[in-house]
């Protein structure tokens, strides 16, 4: 009865982390991927007001022009670039899975950066279409070599995800440059993932729009807003994929959701400073208080943090984590390998401080 496509798909790693943890009261839990932080009150109150005043149906499923044109304002402001054609999504979720069903066909490559966002693997294996892993451990960096032996006739999209999940990586202007550079060269379209961008702590945000046409950018309100129960992304891109993709959102998602379109609209103008300085400094609790007894690079963005297990297990470690009362979660959900944990710092600081008293404790070398 059940489509081979769907047996592909595992129960999610994180899932298995919470079924493990389901007797724990109160765990100290660093597993969470969202951020710890409300929705603005400037945001909530544009969204009751649209509600009331009876915003509450479907829009158009390209998304309200107000909310594209919102989006071309903020890129410009950001990054001073022009995006072309605009969807709104449902969520940067919503919006990889429209890109897939767009993209590939049966056997179908897609180069993926191991460790990789979960979604990814498990969508192109969705739509039939097949991952070809690039490792970059130790350090999480992109190489030109390793492109060139991911290349494969069947070869027909690059997804990168800077700032990066798990690893909190960061790709720097050149090697967006090298992977946008190796898309155009190869007629491949290349897929960017910037969910995170807004959260980058030691240089200047980057988007592959600053490096070519030939790019499909992904972003959305869950991490800039908090909204992540909103269901609000937004892709741009080449125009015949956009089309398409709104033709399949047309028969899937619909559109995304009237009111939270709105509110998007207020989200995008919103101050970010104070948050993102406060996620930097839970990045140095973290990161400071981890360095000395695990193998770890200092994540440059996002809020995660890829430390090596010991004895490079990590499920063996996260076992004994979840037995002292920390939740974590092995890098097999977002790796070929399982020799990481990831850790999200979306938590107080005092979560943090008792999640790194703890762990610490629980390395033996």
């Known amino acids: 009865m059940i489509s081979k496509r769907a047996k592909m798909l595992d129960a999610s790693g994180i899932r298995k982390v919470f079924d493990l943890a389901a007797a724990l009261e109160e765990p ?21 007001n649209w509600i009331r005043s009876g915003f509450n149906k479907y829009t158009v499923t390209q998304g309200i022009p107000e909310l594209a044109d919102e989006v071309r304002g903020y890129y410009q402001r950001r990054f001073n670039v022009e995006l072309d054609r605009i969807l709104i999504t449902s969520g940067v979720s919503g919006g990889l899975t429209l890109a897939f069903f767009a993209l590939f066909d049966e056997g179908d490559e897609a180069i993926v950066f191991d460790p990789y966002f979960v979604m990814y693997k498990h969508l192109i294996h969705l739509v039939g279409g097949v991952p070809i892993f690039v490792d970059t451990y130790p350090d999480f960096r992109i190489t030109a070599e390793a492109l060139e032996n991911a290349l494969s006739s069947r070869t027909k ?3 990168i995800n800077s700032p990066a999940n798990p690893t909190g990586a960061v790709l720097t202007p050149d090697e967006v440059k ?3 550079d190796f898309a155009d060269a190869h007629n491949l379209l290349l897929i960017s993932d910037e969910i995170y961008e807004q959260f980058t702590y030691d240089a200047d945000p980057v988007t592959a729009a600053q490096f070519t046409k030939n ?6 309100l869950s991490k800039l807003g908090g909204m992540t129960g909103w269901r609000v992304g937004y892709a741009a891109g080449p125009d015949e994929l956009i089309e398409r993709m709104t033709m399949i959102q047309q028969y899937t998602f619909v559109c995304a959701p009237a009111f939270a379109q709105k509110a998007a609209m207020v989200a995008l103008q919103n101050d970010t400073t104070d948050t ?3 996620y930097k400094r839970k990045r140095g609790i973290v990161y400071d208080g981890l360095k000395e007894r695990f193998n770890v690079t200092k994540p440059a963005g996002a809020f995660y943090i890829f430390p090596e297990a010991p004895g490079r297990d990590a499920d063996k470690f996260v076992r004994r984590a979840i037995e002292n009362n920390v939740l974590i979660i092995p890098g097999n959900v977002f790796s070929e390998k399982n020799t990481h ?3 999200s710092f979306a938590a107080t600081d005092e979560t943090l401080q008792e999640g790194v008293r703890i762990l610490s404790g629980l390395c033996t070398g």
């Open 28 to 48: 100290v839990n660093l597993s969470i991927g969202q951020p710890d932080f409300d929705v603005a009150d400037n945001v909530k109150e544009e969204a009751i």
């Open 157 to 159: 999209a690059i997804i």
């Open 178 to 180: 090298l992977v946008a």
């Open 215 to 220: 790019a499909l950018i992904l972003n959305g």
């Open 276 to 278: 993102i300085a406060a």
């Open 341 to 343: 944990f990831r850790i």
